[in-house]
Every structure is written in structure tokens, then in C-alpha cells.
Nanobody, 122 residues
Framework: QVQLVESGGGLVQAGGSLRLSCAAS????????VGWFRQAPGKEQEFVAA????????EYTDSVKGRFIISRDNAKNTVNLDMNSLKPEDTAVYYC???????????????WGQGTQVTVSS
């Protein structure tokens, strides 16, 4: 199986930046696409961004385009989500997840991390 561990969450003021990291391990884990999802209290889980295992394909939800950048370092088996110009609406628990291919719905992903809290103050 693929194990995923998120890190980098925290409290930041609106307009600030954070880098979230997702460290993957396990047999053949490098060959998985990785997506980021977030869930705010009382809200549905929302797709944020995803990247293919090669890094050739990326996807973003409209609300983060131009602000967030997803990337991966396969030498470290790590996927990063650089979040810039953060808004209070970005406040949520952020999860990374692994799938055989890039998808935009949670059900397409097979393995999940524990989540990391991002709080953006206004």
C-alpha cells in the first residue's frame, strides 16, 4: 500500500503563503498520481489540485488557479502544494491522496493521508 503523510499546515494571515508537503512511501508509490483535497467545517470535500506521477499533467480547481502550484520531487517521493495569496476561504483541513491517475473526485483516490489544518485569518 501507499502511505502518505502531510505536513506544513498552520496559521497564516490573508495574503500569506504556505507550503504543504505530502511524503509518500510504499511499494511502487512513486508511480501514483497525487491529489490534494480540502474540507472546511460543514462543507463537502473539495478537489484542490492534482499531479500525475511524471509531473506532466496538473489540474487545479478554479478557485486556486494562479495562486496554488502543485509540484513533485520524485527523488524524494514528495508532492508539494505551494499556496500563495491565501484567503480566509482557503481555511480547511487539507488531505493528500494517491491514485493510479489524475482525478478530481475523492472516490478516484485509493490512499489518503491524515490531513493537515490550514487556517487563514482575515
Amino acid at each position: 500500500q501507499v502511505q502518505l503523510v502531510e505536513s506544513g499546515g498552520g496559521l497564516v494571515q490573508a495574503g500569506g503563503s504556505l507550503r504543504l508537503s505530502c511524503a509518500a512511501s510504499g511499494r511502487n508509490s512513486i508511480y501514483y498520481a497525487v491529489g490534494w483535497f480540502r474540507q472546511a467545517p460543514g462543507k463537502e470535500q473539495e478537489f484542490v489540485a492534482a499531479i500525475s506521477w511524471t509531473g506532466d499533467r496538473t489540474e487545479y480547481t478554479d478557485s486556486v488557479k494562479g495562486r496554488f502550484i502543485i509540484s513533485r520531487d520524485n527523488a524524494k517521493n514528495t508532492v508539494n502544494l505551494d499556496m500563495n495569496s491565501l484567503k480566509p476561504e482557503d481555511t480547511a483541513v487539507y488531505y493528500c491522496a494517491a491514485a493510479r491517475r489524475v482525478g478530481i473526485v475523492p472516490g478516484e483516490y485509493d490512499f489518503w493521508g491524515q490531513g493537515t489544518q490550514v487556517t487563514v485569518s482575515s
